[in-house]
């Protein structure tokens, strides 16, 4: 079993940054792919980004240059760093993994509580 903790979500202007970061309950080299979603008021949950063994990285075109997804093995952390944000970028975001054998994050195994981020214009 693996307990995922988000962190870092808030308000923020247009244009500006915030980075997330979802602290895990144990070894985060003991698990599979591990990315993030977002839920929008009234929307579903979308796969914003995700980063599997190998640190081989994957986008959402919505995002696509502007969010960087990473992971620290020593601190069992992961991040998303997100940059020029949007009013559009404003969900709840989750922290999602992965049980190791899987080779996509579009199965979930454990879910974070979400961290809301809020941009205004």
């Known amino acids: 079993q693996v307990q995922l903790v988000e962190s870092g979500g808030g308000l923020v202007q247009a244009g500006g940054s915030l980075r997330l970061s979802c602290a895990a309950s144990?070894?985060?080299?003991?698990?599979?792919?591990m990315g993030w979603y977002r839920q929008a008021p009234g929307k579903q949950r979308e796969l914003v980004a995700v980063i599997m063994r190998g640190d081989r990285t994957n986008y959402a075109d919505s995002v696509k240059g502007r969010f960087t997804i990473s992971r620290d093995n020593a601190k069992n952390t992961m991040y998303l760093q997100m940059n020029s944000l949007k009013p559009e970028d404003t969900a709840v975001y989750y922290c999602a993994a992965a049980h190791m054998e899987r080779n996509t994050i579009s199965i979930v195994d454990y879910w974070g509580q979400g961290t809301q981020v809020t941009v205004s214009s």
């Open positions: 144990r070894s985060i080299s003991t698990i599979g792919p």
